[in-house]
């Protein structure tokens, strides 16, 4: 009798712990496929402290050299999202563009009209960057939709055209820096 007592117990604890396995996998595996839960969104420090700025890590640490960059975050005045690309052109003078086109291999285009008071040019020893941001914000559901559709083109067009390929990394770190902007909620970003 004592030995069917333990027997059962010994097999509700093994059932027991199997159970508890289950829920903590599945817990870790949720956590991995969520957006939200994404460790290789960071933030970034606002200057002007008037927003909160979420970006792929890939992204914030190269953005002296990548020509596309994708950021979201919160308006600390109205806590409103936003959404916004940041298209930047590093080169040894200004070439002064005027439009930008993004194209896919799906034949989908892209294009910003820039005016010169919207273009910000920052001027060093033995370079110039010239950037340029616009809003996105209910749209990242169809850029989703666009970088999936490899390769991807950004051409600056001004006083000469300048045409970049984005490579697989920049593509896949811009993917995951809109699914973010697309599945946080408020409150999520407000809190981290």
Known sequence: ?????IYLFQ???IFMFFLLLSISCSSIIQKNYNPLYNTKIKS???????????????????TKTLPLIINTGIINKNNS?????????NSNY????????????????W???????????????????ETYSTRVDIMTDVLSDFF??????LTFQGTEMVQKTLDRKH??????????????????????
């Open 94 to 109: 200004p070439i002064n563009y005027t439009k930008i086109t993004l194209s896919n291999s799906n034949e989908q285009i």
């Open 44 to 62: 970034i420090k606002d200057t002007s402290g008037k927003k909160k700025i979420f970006t792929h890590k890939y992204l914030k640490n190269n």
């Open 111 to 129: 294009t910003w009209d820039v005016y010169k008071n919207y273009r910000n040019l920052i001027q060093k020893r033995n370079s110039v960057n």
């Open 148 to 153: 999936k559709h490899e390769p991807i083109y």
């Open 11 to 13: 097999r509700k604890n």
């Open 81 to 89: 999202k936003f959404t916004e690309l940041i298209f930047s052109l």
């Open 1 to 5: 009798m004592i030995k069917k007592l």
């Open 171 to 192: 593509i896949s770190s811009l993917l995951e820096t809109l699914s973010f902007a697309d599945n946080s909620p408020v409150k999520y970003l407000l809190k981290k």
